[in-house]
């Protein structure tokens, strides 16, 4: 599973950061940012969908199967 | 040292009775029909908004009033989430619903940026302020909010009744902005003048509202004069010294900005708070889950927030369209009603009940879009701190009367006297 930000939608609401602090981070504005290469460990695929599941932009997206 | 002459008192506007825009007449009364005599001031709204935007949205999802020179109001999500993002078809340059107009030429900047901005202009005021209210740079304020909010419960002691909205909610925001501005902390008491008056008092004669308004301005131009002469490290020295396309900001923008910062923070997160101890006090079974199993709490926090959302916006129609299966005229206002979106079934499970484990909860409680408030992750932050020095200080509490409790009228709705009963 991969995690992916659209920044174009991202506002900073930073859900993404609170939800799933091992996975995004913010940066110096409060936008959220994908830690790493996006590819989400094993055992944190809750976290992943929670992340996508509370942004209100709808900006975190997952892929599947990755 | 050079003098800024930005503020002297030769360079404010001189007071001017009636500045430009557009007035209409006063409407005030009993509500005939919420779906074409709406107004969100009069009584029945303040008590309980829900019900009434509940059959709106069924029967009349864009509902109407002649009151306020003409105004919609939107009640299903995906109508308010459209508006918040046109930007093009709707202007912010005046976000407070009420009998005044300003005029056109007040947009893109609007008189408190960047809540009254609109593109491009927004986008750069905006980022001005940001990095001052990171997730990170508002974790600074935690302990400071936390001693403080102990020190409010510190003071209960020996009461059997306490005002959680007067002598608890309203003072956490307060004391907050007001740290972060760098103004008095004693001076609370005033800022809660000031909100009432802008927030309040929409339906006052004009002129009166002028006087009120121009009251904060008096004290805003008092605290940029104090830190001109005694720069520190606090937001109003930053706003003072920051530069927006290679100047320093105009004063207008300067003061602007710190009505904005000082009025939007503190009754949203009153509200808020009071609002989460309202739904605690009388439901035992969330409170004493709450209070058994502390980790739920940043989840339950994000359910009180859609479920008793505080702050409804407003918009201007740019030009005459037709939107949404309505006819909406050039300068109607839109009420945007982030309540309302939040209880849409449309988009939420269970949508009217306060579910405090709800795990997916995309609200939009602190907006949709460009205009994300700003100030959303120190809301936050407050919020938890509030609720969870309450509850482990005192983990039992009903209300002591119901029908004591009173709400907050207009755009921004939160219990504003509530008393419990905390042993």
């Known amino acids: 599973m991969n995690v992916q930000i659209d920044s174009e939608c991202c506002q900073g609401h930073g859900r993404c950061y609170d939800i799933a602090p091992g996975l995004f981070g913010e940066d110096g504005e409060g936008y959220g940012r994908v830690l790493g290469d996006g590819l989400v460990p094993a055992g944190e695929e809750r976290e992943a969908r929670l992340a996508a599941a509370n942004c209100p932009e709808r900006a975190v997206t997952l892929t599947e199967g990755a | 040292m050079t003098v800024d002459d930005r503020f002297s008192p030769a360079s404010r506007e001189p007071g001017d009775d009636q500045p430009p825009g557009t007035r209409n007449e006063i409407i005030t009364g009993p509500v005939s029909d919420w779906a074409t005599d709406f107004s969100h001031l009069e009584p029945e709204w303040s008590a309980d908004p829900y019900p009434i935007q509940d059959d709106l949205r069924q029967r009349c999802p864009i509902a109407r009033t002649e009151r306020f020179g003409g105004a919609w109001l939107p009640t299903r999500y995906e109508d308010v989430a459209a508006i918040a993002y046109d930007t093009e078809r709707f202007s912010s340059r005046s976000i407070i619903l009420s009998n005044f107009r300003p005029p056109r030429e007040l947009a893109p900047i609007g008189g408190s940026p960047p809540i009254s901005s609109d ?12 990095p001052a209210f990171t997730r990170a740079a508002v974790e600074r304020q935690e302990p400071a909010t936390r001693a403080f909010c102990q020190s409010l419960i510190d003071a209960f002691d020996g009461r059997d009744v306490v005002d959680a909205a007067y002598d608890y909610a309203q003072h956490i925001p307060m004391r907050v902005i007001a740290d972060m501005l760098g103004f008095p902390s ?8 000031f909100v009432e008056n802008l927030l309040e008092g929409i339906n006052l004669p004009p002129d009166e509202r002028i006087e009120r308004v121009s009251r904060l301005f008096d004290y805003l131009f008092a605290q940029v004069s104090d830190h001109l002469e005694h720069p520190r490290a606090d937001l109003t020295t930053y706003l003072i010294n920051a530069e927006l396309y290679g100047a320093k900001l105009d004063p207008s923008h300067v003061v602007g900005t710190m009505a904005l910062l000082l009025i939007a923070g503190i009754d949203t997160t009153w509200s808020a708070i009071g609002a989460s101890l309202w739904h ?23 359910e009180f927030l ?19 299966g309505v006819d909406m ?3 109607d206002w839109i009420l945007l009603s982030f309540p309302a979106a939040n209880r849409d079934p449309a988009q939420f499970d269970r949508a009217g009940a306060v579910v405090i484990d709800r795990e997916a909860n ?6 949709l879009g460009i205009h994300r408030c700003v100030g959303s992750h120190l809301a936050r932050m407050e919020l938890r701190v509030a609720l969870e ?3 482990e200080r005192i983990p039992a509490f009903t209300l002591q009367d119901p029908s004591a409790v009173t709400w907050a009228a207009g755009q921004i709705r939160g219990p504003r006297h509530l008393p419990l009963r905390i042993r």
Request: proline share 9%; no cysteine.
């Open chain 2, 119 to 130: 593109p491009p202009f927004h986008h750069d005021a905006r980022k001005l302020l940001l």
């Open chain 2, 186 to 193: 004693e001076d609370g008491p005033r800022f809660r003048e």
């Open chain 2, 280 to 302: 605690l006090a009388r439901t035992p079974a969330d409170r004493e889950r709450l209070v058994a199993e502390p980790a739920l709490l940043p989840t339950a926090m994000e």
């Open chain 2, 306 to 324: 859609r479920a008793f959302a505080p702050v409804t916006m407003a918009r201007l129609v740019r030009d005459d369209m037709h939107w949404h």
């Open chain 2, 329 to 331: 005229k050039a300068d």
């Open chain 2, 362 to 367: 995309r609200h939009a409680a602190f907006g």
């Open chain 2, 389 to 391: 020095v309450w509850l």
